[in-house]
């Protein structure tokens, strides 16, 4: 299989923003009738080659916080919001910046990105210090599957809204190699592959979440092919040379025939 598409997480909805920020608004206004400000840091890319920026974000939070006070579930006099944008260029090390700036020149409450993968790792790892959740689209590797409800855990107070992560489309191939009974894989993947998506070694990670899936089932044999070994071939020759000879079977009389012995058999001939 070729590393493919990764379908795009929507943004938060204001119904979860709503819940996430009940939960943060934590006694309404303060004594002096002044309302209380929620403070949101706003953590992602703003160039447009990404899938979730600056630009495209800024205005849905617009429109989930005038939505709110318009249907009446939070008044302005009560609740209000201020969202801190920081360009961390999909990059794991600004990220980190971003949000250690962000802290120490004032509360954060919430933190909304960053999505590039190694970006949340840093970041999510850092907030239950800062006790503050991190809300994203991205984080789709399979260490952020794991069990967060531990305060001890690595990543407590990180909230994926996002409705397929790797670890799922592994379950998707996994069935479907089952359903079909296949048993031979060969994994063709360009480690830097959707970078746009959840930034570097985008499909190097998804390659490394279906080779545990892999492992984990003797049944199954696996091969990984990284694209930049021979990036002088395009896909097509790589393809030919990787499948052609090393993972097709041919079934010859109701007899499997792996491709792979003919081709040693005819090259011993040839010399
Ligand atoms: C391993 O793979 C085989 C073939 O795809 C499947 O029949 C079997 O259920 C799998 N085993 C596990 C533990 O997933
Ligand atoms: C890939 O390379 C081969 C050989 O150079 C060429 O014939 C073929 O058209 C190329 N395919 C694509 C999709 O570029």
Not at 80 to 85: C, H, L, P, V
Request: charged share 25%; glycine share 6%.
């Amino acid at each position: 299989m070729i590393c493919g598409p990764i379908v795009a997480a929507a943004l938060p909805s204001s119904s979860l923003l709503l819940l996430l920020l009940l939960s943060l608004t934590r006694a309404g206004s303060t004594a002096l009738g002044r309302p209380v400000e929620i403070r949101a840091a706003v953590i992602l890319p703003a160039e447009s080659k990404f899938i979730t920026t600056l630009s495209k974000v800024m205005p849905v939070l617009d429109i989930a916080v005038r939505d709110l006070y318009a249907k009446g579930i939070l008044r302005e006099t009560d609740v209000t919001f201020r969202f801190m944008q920081k360009d961390d260029k999909c990059e794991d090390i600004e990220a980190m910046r971003s949000g250690f700036e962000l802290i120490i020149n004032g509360r954060v409450d919430l933190f909304l990105g960053p999505t590039c993968d190694y970006g949340v790792d840093l970041v999510a790892r850092m907030i239950k210090f800062w006790n503050a959740p991190l809300l994203t689209t991205g984080g789709f590797t399979n260490d952020f599957s794991l069990d967060k409800r531990d305060p001890k855990s690595k990543y407590f107070l990180l909230v994926r809204t996002g409705t397929l992560d790797f670890q799922d489309i592994a379950d998707v191939v996994v069935s479907v190699l089952n359903r079909y009974s296949w048993k031979n894989v060969l994994l063709v993947y360009d480690i830097d592959g959707y970078w746009r998506v959840s930034g570097k070694q985008s499909c190097g990670l998804m390659t490394k979440t279906l080779v545990e899936m892999f492992k984990g089932n003797s049944s199954i044999r696996y091969n990984a092919f990284d694209l930049a070994k021979n990036p002088q071939n395009n896909l097509t020759e790589n393809l030919r040379n990787e499948v052609g000879s090393k993972h097709t079977i041919v079934v010859v009389d109701d007899q499997q025939v792996r491709v792979e012995e003919n081709h040693r058999a005819s090259g011993e001939r040839k010399n």
